[in-house]
């Protein structure tokens, strides 16, 4: 659905073309306008800098435990290391319990999450296991399930999305092999993953779920999803011969990335950050085809620096003006 016209910014261009026709009494612009361009309140700047500060706060802990146990990893005994990693772990899961649905409870929660991690790691390392990496991130991602699910806190989510896409990364490599028509089947599949979690976090989003109404965390989904699936694209343009049907696939999955991008823009959110994702890709697609005519079938090595700037630019420039229309039309700002 188009996005409302009570939720666009209300810059001083959109008061201004309100009261002339007038929407806004003209005795009231100028007080809009004050209010439209107002610096936030002092209260809102605390707010910012406390969550600022403790979330910065809790990952310079957590890099201080890791390197805790790096630094005196020969000197602790395996009980004393598995010990003390545990009882923080409960000291956060507790924190966690007690502060609730607060920031400070849920990066509790999540600093109970990472260590999971360093408790695996520890384990691994003390009795030699023998587990491949791959096992322990899917290990990771499979114990932090039960709070992630429950936590209704972004971050944590993208540190499962992050774990499992490292697990699968891992598994191709250590298990499957690093041949290029491999790498083209996991592109494809690190392509499906993200975007599974980029279109659930959308669908809720769009159900007007509260915490789920920041965008940043699909923007980087959408960016998971469409950068393997360019990276195959490319291999595809590039070295078509060696990349199999994996890449085929990688591509048509990528056209599809384009019109969920397009759509979300144009009727959910009027966005710009997702269709720009878009555009770049096409560019980046475009240009190496150009590159591959130039180089490999013209065999224009001295032309090929001469036109393909040509190129990129006469791409920018139909970019830059398709986005500004598109914003035009669906009252999307810059900062979309």
């Known amino acids: 659905m188009p996005k409302d016209l009570l939720d666009l910014d209300a810059t001083p261009e959109r008061l201004r073309a309100l009261t002339d026709a007038r929407v806004i009494p003209p005795s009231n612009l100028e007080r809009a306008l004050y209010l439209s361009t107002a610096s936030p309140p002092a209260e809102a700047w605390r707010r910012f800098v406390s969550s600022t500060l403790l979330g910065l706060g809790a990952l310079l802990v957590l890099s201080g435990v890791i390197y805790f146990f790096a630094y005196n990893w020969a000197a602790l005994h395996r009980f004393g290391k598995l010990g003390l990693i545990a009882a923080a772990i409960a000291g956060t899961a507790l924190g966690a319990r007690k502060l609730g649905d607060r920031l400070a409870g849920q990066l509790c929660l999540l600093a ?24 322990l991130f899917i290990g990771w991602a499979v114990l932090i399930l039960p709070w992630v699910a429950m936590s209704r806190f972004p971050p944590l989510w ?69 950068a393997p699936l360019l990276a195959a694209g490319e291999a595809f343009i590039v070295i078509p011969s060696e990349v199999g049907s994996g890449a085929v696939v990688a591509l048509a999955l990528l056209v599809a990335t384009f019109a969920a991008e397009y759509a979300l823009h144009r009727h959910l959110r009027g966005e710009l950050f997702l269709l720009t994702i878009g555009v770049l890709s096409l560019i980046t697609l475009i240009t190496t085809v150009a590159g591959r005519i130039l180089i490999v079938d013209m065999d224009a090595d001295e032309l090929t620096l001469f036109i393909l700037p040509f190129v990129l630019i006469g791409q920018v420039a139909l ?7 598109e914003a035009r039309a669906t009252g999307a700002t810059e900062e979309s």
């Open 158 to 226: 993208m540190l499962l999305v992050i774990l499992a896409n490292t697990g699968l990364v891992l598994f191709q490599q250590q298990v499957l092999g690093d041949t290029d028509r491999l790498i083209t089947w996991l592109a494809v599949a690190l392509g499906l993953l993200n975007g599974f979690a980029w279109a659930t976090y959308e669908h809720f989003a769009n159900l007007r779920v509260p915490w789920l109404a920041d965008r940043w965390m699909p923007r980087v989904l959408a960016a998971m999803t469409t």
């Open 319 to 325: 970019a830059v003006s398709w986005l500004r229309a």
């Open 112 to 135: 109970s999450s990472v260590l999971v991690g360093a408790l695996l790691a520890v384990y691994g390392q003390a009795y030699q296991t023998g587990a491949d990496p791959y096992e």
